[in-house]
């Protein structure tokens, strides 16, 4: 298994770019970083990304990124092929104020019915002997079970990622073609089913480091005028959608008015047409 070259606890600031500045941005920033290993050899140096998002039968998680809470967090299943052999990997992304921090498991795919099912995680499920990975994996049950989160949405993208060759204190990521459609199973298949392409022909870019703030990160802004965004895959995908197609309904509350406000907003600063964008799910 190769070595996990996520980052931990970092900083993330988004834009949403056209391709063309797409293009312009992979000659810069290849000035300082090198291409992940993964996309070398692919075509337009993209790999293929697949996260199932858990949440609860409220929508608990979603709601709080479309509310802004500051201390928030989600739960996600990822996966980058369809192979049964393949991991699919645990992940709890967390927000603390400015700052991301991350915890990840790899689980062994033929483990994760039982997982689901409430079976606590033993060693012989893990794909890796690190042991910060089954802390990682038992953190997520704790809070599966606490929310009652079950598979809710695939987002799957091309991702194109750039970093440092010297540590992993920089990363820089552009992708591509943001699918995001319901999912209520376990099935980890690549297609996206009845999706919504939540950010059209526009590129997500992602400048993502740990400590210092890299003074070329400003260059970089600056030479191509980059206003920093909101480009939450999850959050977004649900409410272009619609809510309706995720919740429990039997189950669902109403949101407050001002959560739909807030909802109403977000989906308006997406500001595209819909019928510009690609529609067809990703497929290996």
């Known amino acids: 298994m190769a070595e996990d070259q ?3 606890q ?3 600031l988004k834009y949403l770019i056209s391709e063309a500045v797409a293009v312009e941005i992979r000659q810069f920033i290849a000035s300082f970083l090198e291409i992940d290993e993964f996309g070398a050899t692919r075509p337009d140096l993209s790999y293929p990304v697949h996260s199932l998002y858990l949440d609860s039968p409220l929508l608990v998680t979603y709601w709080h990124t479309i509310n802004g809470n500051k201390n928030r967090y989600k739960l996600r299943i990822r996966f980058y092929d369809d ?8 992940e709890i992304k967390r927000r603390m104020n400015d700052a991301i921090l991350k915890q990840r498991g790899a689980l062994k ?10 079976q606590l ?4 499920m893990i794909a890796s002997r690190d042991p910060k990975q089954m802390g990682a994996v038992m953190r997520f049950h704790e809070l599966m079970q606490k929310h009652q989160a079950r598979p809710t949405a695939h987002v799957s993208y091309m991702r194109e990622a750039w970093i440092s060759p010297h540590d992993n204190s920089v990363r820089v990521t552009m992708d591509r073609n943001v699918l995001c459609g319901p999912e209520f199973t376990t099935d980890f298949k690549a297609e996206v089913n009845d999706p919504v392409c939540v950010f059209g022909k526009k ?6 480091f740990t400590g210092r703030f890299p003074n070329w990160f400003r260059e970089l802004a600056q030479s191509f005028g980059l206003m920093q965004c909101s480009a939450a895959k999850y959050a977004d995908g649900i409410a272009l959608k619609g809510e309706r197609f995720f919740s429990d309904p039997i189950s669902s509350a109403s949101p407050t008015s001002d959560s739909l406000i807030m909802r109403d907003k977000r989906v308006a600063e997406l500001g595209r047409d819909q019928s510009d964008s690609p529609q067809s799910p990703l497929k290996e």
């Open 6 to 8: 996520m980052q931990l």
């Open 10 to 12: 970092r900083h993330e």
């Open 83 to 90: 192979r049964p052999d393949s991991p699919v990997f645990l």
């Open 109 to 118: 795919r033929q483990f994760i019915g039982s997982f689901m099912n409430g």
């Open 121 to 124: 995680p033993e060693a012989s």
């Open 203 to 208: 590129v997500v870019l992602e400048l993502k």
